[in-house]
């Protein structure tokens, strides 16, 4: 993704609302101060944020929207894709993400002209024309090679999502009865591409220990809050500011999620989730 310059501007967080994962809209408007130019939604797992609210209030207090898409490439809400609200949509084409290259790469999305041209300029070295260079920038040009693999790529990126979609629904269907777990909600008025499949339990680590064990890789994202890691400390957070951040941080998993995943694969990672409560949290009580 092509950086934008630190200038010194102090973020603001918001904690995460408990039934999507993403920001939560009712705590936005409290943290617009007078300095506040920007409102950054990201799409965190594939679930598109409910725009309309962030839109009502970027007009309400002349705010700009920059979308962090980097986990929704295709992702909808109301018939839009996500990206496209802002005045400039940011993605990682990352190879892990939904749309990957085969090393790192990224794009931003603008319908600003004059945006565009600077991005572009920054992109290489805020140079307009080669060897003429107007102001500081970076060299994050998008490889050719990387750029061809992705315009390959875009063409399965529906079809990929449906699956990933196809597979939530089974996972959903199949950990219903599962007891102690918590899983992903899927919104009626928005697609989502489920780049993970999250669900939470309060034995998170022994889940993940359980599943390692038998052959299942499960990842925590993320293990450390914002606030919390070292490079953001300076921000002078502290966790009780983030009930539901830090709630969710310690319960947190990512199950197996990818479009080839099979029925019968979800099948064995459903029955082993049951028989570890059965095998390790009922001896327990
Ligand atoms: C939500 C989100 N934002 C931003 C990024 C950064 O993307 P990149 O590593 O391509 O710069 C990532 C990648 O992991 C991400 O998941």
Excluded at 80 to 106: E, Q, W
Excluded at 212 to 237: D, F, M, N, R, T
């Amino acid at each position: 993704m092509l950086g934008i310059s630190y200038t010194g501007a102090k973020p603001v967080l918001v904690d995460i609302d408990p039934d999507t994962y993403n920001i939560d809209l009712e705590k936005i408007e409290a943290a617009i101060t007078p300095k506040t130019k920007a409102i950054m939604p990201v799409h965190l797992y594939g679930r598109p944020v409910e725009m309309g609210k962030v839109i009502a209030l970027a007009e309400k207090y002349n705010l700009k929207i920059i979308e962090d898409a980097a986990q929704a490439h295709g992702a909808v809400y109301r018939g839009r894709k996500v990206g496209s609200f802002g005045i400039m949509g940011c993605f990682s084409f990352y190879p892990g993400k939904n749309l990957g290259a085969y090393g790192d790469a990224g794009a931003i999305v603008t319908s600003n002209k004059d945006l565009y041209e600077k991005l572009k300029m920054l992109r290489n070295y805020g140079s307009p024309k080669k060897y003429y260079h107007d102001f500081i920038g970076y060299n994050s040009r998008l490889d050719t090679l990387q750029a061809a693999v992705l315009g390959v790529k875009l063409r399965y990126l529906d079809e990929w999502n449906r699956l990933r979609r196809r597979n939530a629904e089974l996972y959903n269907e199949k950990l219903a009865d599962a007891p102690d777990l918590v899983l992903p909600d899927i919104p009626k008025d928005g697609t989502h591409v489920f780049h993970l499949y999250v669900v939470r339990t309060e034995k998170r680590d022994q889940l993940l220990n359980y599943l390692k064990e038998a052959g299942i890789q499960c990842v925590i994202h993320y293990p450390v809050p914002i606030y919390s890691l070292g490079a953001y400390k300076w921000l002078g957070y502290s966790p009780q500011q983030f009930p539901v951040t830090e709630e969710f941080s310690r319960q947190i998993l990512s199950l197996p999620m990818y479009p080839e995943l099979t029925e019968e694969q979800i099948e064995r990672i459903a029955d082993l989730i049951k028989k570890f409560h059965k095998d390790k949290v009922t001896s327990e009580i």
